[in-house]
């Protein structure tokens, strides 16, 4: 029995942040509300708020498991990448990775923005999470690169980058130059 209610509780759970993710993308975070979350996903308001009793720690949860999500793909495509191939064209590929959904991007401008607007316990955990993500591209950078390169540095130009490839993707601009922008970068 107790396993049934641990699985019904991770559906519920993955309901509304699938549901909450999708809402912050298509309306944003300032315009959905916990209401609205709980609308769409099909459950009552006292259910929503037993698992997130604040959009606060639900916006945390979505950051979370995006950025995850984003680690993850880091670190897949540094595990996987040939000897011969040179770390630029490794790094493009990130890029186009991680940019190629647009719901992604979004999201993950809509978690920033949430984190940069005055919510200091927002700030705090998309801070944290960024941190954890430099460390992540900073691993992936030493088996790249090796040597004596200032992956610190180097973490921080490519994460500053993504970021603003996401801004430009979701305005919509189709040229954004990333091989040339790698190039430079990796330099």
Same mark, same amino acid.
């Given at each position: +029995? /107790?396993? +049934?209610?641990?699985?019904? %509780?991770?559906? #519920?759970?993955?309901?509304?942040?699938? #549901?909450?993710?999708?809402?912050? =993308?298509?309306?944003?975070?300032?315009? =959905?509300?916990?209401?609205?979350?709980?609308?769409?996903?099909?459950?009552?308001?006292? =259910?929503?708020?037993?698992?997130?009793? &604040?959009?606060?720690?639900?916006? *945390?949860?979505?950051?979370?498991?995006?950025?995850?999500?984003?680690?993850?793909? $880091?670190?897949?495509?540094?595990?996987?990448?040939?000897?011969?191939?040179?770390?630029?064209? $490794?790094?493009? @590929?990130?890029?186009?990775?991680? =940019?190629?959904?647009?719901? !992604?991007? !979004?999201?993950?401008?809509?978690?920033?923005?949430?984190?940069?607007?005055?919510?200091?316990? @927002?700030?705090?955990?998309?801070? #944290?999470?960024?941190?954890?993500?430099?460390? &992540?591209?900073?691993? /992936?950078?030493?088996? +790249?690169?090796?040597?004596? #390169?200032?992956?610190? $540095?180097? @973490?921080?130009?490519?994460?500053?980058?993504?970021?603003?490839? *996401?801004?430009?993707? %979701?305005?919509?601009?189709?040229?954004?130059?990333?091989?040339?922008?790698? !190039?430079? $970068?990796?330099?």
């Amino acid at each position: +029995m /107790g396993k +049934m209610k641990n699985a019904d %509780s991770a559906k #519920t759970r993955e309901k509304i942040i699938s #549901t909450a993710a999708f809402l912050i =993308t298509k309306q944003g975070a300032e315009n =959905t509300s916990l209401s609205d979350i709980a609308r769409e996903s099909g459950i009552s308001k006292g =259910t929503l708020y037993y698992y997130y009793p &604040t959009k606060s720690e639900l916006l *945390f949860e979505i950051t979370n498991r995006h950025m995850k999500r984003l680690s993850e793909d $880091i670190i897949y495509w540094v595990g996987n990448m040939s000897e011969d191939l040179p770390p630029e064209k $490794i790094l493009q @590929a990130v890029y186009r990775l991680l =940019t190629r959904a647009s719901r !992604r991007g !979004r999201l993950h401008l809509y978690l920033i923005y949430d984190g940069i607007s005055g919510d200091e316990a @927002a700030q705090v955990r998309v801070r #944290t999470i960024y941190q954890q993500w430099k460390e &992540t591209v900073k691993d /992936g950078l030493g088996k +790249m690169l090796g040597g004596d #390169t200032d992956k610190d $540095i180097l @973490a921080e130009l490519i994460l500053a980058c993504l970021d603003g490839i *996401f801004i430009q993707a %979701s305005l919509g601009i189709k040229d954004i130059p990333i091989n040339e922008m790698t !190039r430079h $970068i990796l330099r």
